[in-house]
């Protein structure tokens, strides 16, 4: 027998009136039909404590709570190295700084993060020609940030910004350059949880009702898939003999819902370092994108709702074969959580009554949208390269956002985009040479009730490249797509209870019969020993029925399931 079936059939026994024209809890359109289900369910239940009066009603949401955040500063100390086929540094001209999150991991009240510090040097040669030349190195970091009341199995998320950095020359070798960066490492530790608010009280209370804007969390799901792909080094580099070093990265390009599942694109990038077969045994470095298009189910999902998908390298192995060439075979974890944006009048105090209530710390999502920008710029052949005759190839390295800003209903971003050229010379020789230029774009997204303060993410990708010769010029022409999503902290004290003395009459056979499994809400003041004596039932098949609760970790509001055993 259902739980709204045996509710119904105690109200007819009971001779109670049930009204059916005005429900006392809130309905909006975003109500799904099985929270409003539960709502009437607990109305009805109610009804049967208070004769014809309006009882209390409560409604079930999922939210994503904000368990704990911190911001850290991390100094990264190492050493650069200008690579064998580039001259000596005399000058430097230009730097640029990026850092990158490898990996998290959570422990109790800590999250231990890995990533690494890349830092791009343009400089001038110290030879008569006074060449320009570029080398880039990277630095590995770990850090922490302490988070109170973190666990090992919530989710976190990890933003890293270099602050300021400093280069200088090596006492030891003039090839070499000591590098001190200062980096800002934030991290934010969530947790999906359930919680059932009142929406309605007694006629005879006197409430305060607010309308929350949330995002109900419908679902969750994971998936693994391998990447993989031939490829031969570029044309300007040597073969390969052996492989030093390689360092992946994954993005998402974009993530739509069909009917429960998650259709995700996404770019594994490939840096991979590698000594040449060449007599000099010189080492290169080259870059190579991989598109992937994958799948992940959550099951509830629908097409109008919205998505935030997670993708991490878990592992990546290159190898050379054949002619030879690179073989790619990489292992992605990609985590999708799919929101519905949902209005609930919920009760935020009531005068004359004890009430239990919950602190809401949830994002809320303002808006999310996207934009394009097509940029054009015109750049010079270095000094030290020949004219282009025609261009082999253009590839994107990298593409940053410089600069972020959150006026009313709009967002500015600002950001540039490292481009690698590969071209034919144009003299006789027709040799094949790069170069290495940077596009700057500006643009804007427009987001309704956007506001100077929110919490931003922004995420470019290129979506065309070309590139011409022009004389001794390169004219090249990209089109970025940028999307920009607005959130907003929201802290909420809502109540989940009123508290009352237990009615003696209330039969609780009739409420919780053997062998049933009941969904409890947890008050102030509970303990599993508690739960577990008053259910007649165990703690341990408290824990069996509630996967990763935490027993020293009760939260008022939070609902678990209880299987209900024979009294006495």
């Keep these: 027998m259902s739980k709204s079936w045996a509710i119904n059939s105690k109200i007819k026994r009971r001779g109670l009136k049930v009204p059916i024209v005005a429900a006392p809890f809130f309905i909006s359109p975003y109500t799904p039909p099985a929270h409003f289900r539960q709502s009437l369910i607990y109305y009805y239940r109610n009804l049967l404590k208070g004769g014809n009066r309006v009882a209390n009603a409560k409604q079930r949401i999922t939210v994503n709570q904000v368990v704990s955040e911190d911001t850290r500063q991390v100094v990264v100390r190492g050493t650069i190295t200008v690579p064998d086929p580039k001259p000596d540094l005399e000058q430097i001209i230009s730097t640029e700084k990026t850092a990158s999150i490898k990996d998290t991991r959570l422990l109790p009240d800590k999250a231990v993060i890995e990533g690494m510090l890349t830092v791009q040097v343009v400089y001038v040669a110290f030879e008569p020609s006074q060449s320009v030349h570029h080398f880039h190195g990277q630095i590995p970091f770990t850090g922490f940030v302490d988070l109170p009341g973190a666990l090992p199995d919530m989710d976190v998320e990890v933003d890293v910004l270099v602050e300021d950095i400093k280069i200088t020359p090596s006492a030891r070798d003039p090839r070499k350059f000591d590098v001190t960066a200062v980096l800002q490492v934030s991290a934010k530790v969530t947790e999906a949880r359930e919680v059932e608010v009142l ?10 009702y607010d309308t929350i804007h949330i995002n109900d969390v ?9 990447v993989s792909e031939e490829f031969e080094e570029p044309m300007e580099k040597p073969e390969p003999e052996k492989i030093l070093d390689v360092d992946s990265t994954v993005t998402i390009t974009e993530a739509r819902i069909v009917a429960n599942k998650v259709i995700v694109d996404g770019e ?14 010189s080492v290169h470095d080259m870059h190579h994108t991989i598109k992937f298009t994958d799948f992940i189910e959550v099951d509830g999902a ?22 030879p060439f690179f073989e790619a075979t990489c292992v992605l974890k990609l985590d999708a959580m799919v929101t519905e944006p949902r209005e609930v009048r919920v009760v935020t105090n009531c005068a004359g009554a004890t009430m239990e209530t919950v602190e809401l710390n949830v994002e809320q999502l303002i808006g999310e949208d996207s934009s394009q920008v097509v940029v054009r710029e015109t750049f010079e052949t270095p000094q030290a390269k020949p004219c282009p005759e ?15 800003k959150v006026i009313q209903n709009k967002v500015i971003i600002r950001g540039q985009v490292d ?3 590969v071209y034919v010379s144009a003299e006789k020789d027709q040799a094949v040479h790069a170069m290495h230029q940077q596009l700057n774009f500006r643009t804007f997204v427009e987001i309704r009730g956007a506001t100077n303060g929110m919490d931003v993410d922004v995420k470019p990708v290129v979506e065309y490249i070309n590139a011409e010769p022009d004389n001794c010029d390169v004219n090249v022409e990209a089109v970025i797509k940028v999307r920009a999503r607005v959130t907003e902290a929201m802290r909420r ?3 989940v209870d009123v508290v009352t003395e ?14 049933e499994i009941i969904n409890y809400t947890i008050k102030s003041g509970d303990t599993l020993f508690e739960l577990a004596q008053r259910y007649s039932t165990t703690v341990n098949r408290i824990l069996q029925l509630n996967p990763g609760l935490n027993p020293n970790n009760l939260q008022v509001g939070q609902v678990i399931r209880i299987q209900c055993g024979a009294k006495g």
């Excluded at 419908?218 to 391998?226: E, F, K, L, P």
């Excluded at 237990?502 to 062998?515: K, W, Y």
């Design 268 to 281: 594994l990038t490939l840096q991979i370092m590698y000594v040449g077969a060449v007599p000099e045994q």
């Design 502 to 515: 237990p009615d003696e009459d209330e039969d609780e056979d009739e409420v919780c019969t053997p062998g």
């Design 419 to 421: 481009v690698k050229i």
């Design 302 to 323: 629908e097409p109008e709702m919205d998505v935030n998908v997670k993708a991490m390298v878990e592992n990546c192995d290159v190898e050379i074969k054949g002619d």
């Design 218 to 226: 419908v679902g969750r799901g994971t998936s693994q898939v391998i």
């Design 199 to 208: 929406t309605a009280v007694d006629d005879n209370m006197q409430a305060d």
């Design 493 to 495: 004290e809502v109540c």
């Design 390 to 404: 025609k261009i082999v190839n253009v590839s994107v390295e990298e593409i940053e956002v410089t600069d972020v």
